[in-house]
């Protein structure tokens, strides 16, 4: 395991920050993010539209602000940008007013499904199998990625978890573990080569950005050893959904089935909560 | 009412490599005797309404059809009533109708008043089925099915141990290499079983005058919406091309375990790719399969009500039944389907696992089409005519420099084909 420093030793020399700048492991997601939105709809076909990432960025955005407003918080903007990214990365429709249902989804529910002081869901996750679930409309195409994209996608993602030291790396490493196993496994019991499993692997392009939110920090245990048996349990649901019951959207469906459980895991190991660092002297 | 069905200036395009080649089926194409048989290409139409699927397999093999043999994984045992015998022109009929296409418009008069904008252009007998070979009470295969249909004797099968799955074939005279071993186990050990059809020659003097073996049509109940390619992989010389022609209800299908990519299309090209298309789309192809690796290809896209321009007359109601899409309305042009049609060229280095598929909502139409622009020949004498003619250089250039991108070809060798033609390349 990669060893990772807690969240709260982050702003590194810890003295209060007087130049205005400060580290913050968000805007590095979102830097990613963004590369691979630029990667996905200049190299690859049935990407999103760039009006359909402005509606889900803006909508993002207005509902943060209203949000803010209502429950007098502070403006999450980052985590709205976020949470549009990861919409525009994988979600997939030709109607409209689903892109602004998509993004006031993802913000209302970050605001009002909430359990022990953090949303229950990754925002975008839930958005996204909220509208499988309700409209004939939406998908989301796991296979468009290809095998290049998908390493650079490991490659980026694991990079700047680690950059970002958010202490959820634990879920990505256990998360992959979990169902790279389960699929050596199945090949072993069907007697198939090697090469159908690193293929399986590699060209579940959804598994990339599932990472993104699967290691979302307001949304998983707070123990390490929650954070294992979350990662896990979405591995093994994961796993029967899409070779089981063919349910080509497991990954997302696994997710958010298993995120119900994060309070009884945070009950039966507690730890401490996760905030995102603020800058230093706060 | 009739939809747009425009057929205006259209260049058929004679026909396409894929339709030249003999063609598999493509679950395993098997020689059940010592001539060679090539397993190069096949042609599948699946019809998808979220429950049931409907495999229908063509074949144009052109051999003696008594070497004839088809192995294919089946996801349940198929009984008499779920096998059909497919007029071979409905296959065709929606193969034409999908196939890249080559329009061509003319220049108008440059000294001509502008006119209005145009669109584009426009069995009987079980005892029939001879079994032999291994002692069955040792071997662990279980005969689950077995009745002709048309001129094909089936067997359903499955088995225990794959070996003998492998054993009961070959002494039933279908070529499989033990290779295939492993594969047919993981088959076996999914739940599956196996759909064996040969040729019975009695019956096929009897039923079918042409001698031509006509397309099979398989249905079953079953989440899997995947097409087996792995056991005809086994002993191909070389990669082998499939057409799968999706018949479905909401929209485009495509496939989740390696990346759909949309051909090129909408190119202007020069004029004499016209009597070649079939070697300028087959080199076309390569160069998308060198580039993009393990992709299966769009070619078509589109919901059977309109086309635009279409390549062949519209698909009635009728033959889309027939083909599998049970849920069509009768005498009705507003259909309620949608045909996705996907080129893969696939082998075992960069195919390891079978076509895993899913149907999505996207109903946005996709054509590979390629453009032939005539110039104008007439004498238009005014200045715009001028102007007209002094452009032509450039958009000839531009043409020859899209069709070296897009085949491989050598420049030269396009714009010395081009003079040839009257296209003044610089």
Known sequence: MIGLQPITRIPVGAAPDTSGFHFDPRLIQIAAQTTFLVLVTTWLDFGPSLPQIATLITTAMICELARSHVRREALNWKSALSSALSLSLLLRTANPLLWVAAAFLA?????????????????SAFAIVF???????????????????????????LGALVLTRVARVDIAIGFLTGFLTLLIYRAWYLGDPWSIP?????????????????????????????????????AVLAHALLFRWQVREGVLYALVLISCFTPLLDRLFPGHSFAWPRPAGV | ???????????????????????????????????????????????????????????????????????????????????????????????????????????????????????????????????????MQKSTVRIEEQYSVGEYDIVVITATKPADLVAFLNANGYKVPAAATETVGSYLRQGMHFFLAKVNMARLKEENATGFLRPIQVTYQSPKFMLPIRLGMVNAAGPQDMIVMALTKRGRVETVNYPTVKVPTGANIPMYVESRFGQFYDALFERQVERNGASTFLEYAWNLGSCDPCSAPPMDSGELKALGASWVQENTWQQQAFVTRLHVRYDNAHFPEDLVLQETPDQQPFQARYVMQHPFTGRATCPAGETYRKSL??????????????TGWAPDAIRTEMRATGEMVP
């Open chain 1, 107 to 123: 913000i209302a529910s970050k605001a009002l499904i909430r359990s022990g002081g953090k949303h229950l869901f990754n925002p």
């Open chain 1, 131 to 157: 509208l499988l679930l309700t409209t004939d409309q939406v998908w989301v195409s796991p296979g468009q990625w290809g095998t290049t994209i998908w390493l650079i996608g490991i490659a980026g993602t």
């Open chain 2, 1 to 135: 009412m009739r939809p747009a069905y425009r057929l205006l200036s259209y260049v058929a395009a004679a026909s396409l490599m894929f339709t030249q080649t003999a063609s598999a089926f493509c679950g395993f194409y098997v020689a059940t005797g010592d001539t060679p048989l090539t397993n190069k290409a096949s042609r599948v139409v699946l019809a998808y309404d979220g429950t049931a699927t409907r495999v229908s397999m063509a074949s144009d093999m052109h051999g003696d059809p008594q070497q004839f043999g088809l192995v294919i994984p089946v996801p349940t045992v198929i009984k008499k009533e779920q096998v059909k015998i497919l007029n071979p022109s409905l296959m065709q009929h929606l193969a034409d109708y999908t196939k890249p296409r080559l329009v061509q418009y003319f220049d108008s008069d440059p000294c001509a008043p502008i006119p209005p904008p145009m669109t584009a252009l426009a069995m009987p007998s079980p005892a029939g089925v001879m079994l032999r070979g291994i002692p």
């Open chain 1, 198 to 234: 690193l293929h399986q692997i590699q060209s579940g392009g959804l598994l990339i950005f599932s990472l993104f939110m699967i290691t979302d920090p307001r949304s998983t245990p707070n123990s390490r050893t929650g954070r294992l048996i979350f990662a896990a349990a979405i």
């Open chain 2, 393 to 406: 250089p450039a958009r000839f250039a531009a043409e020859a420099e899209t069709l070296a991108a897009l």
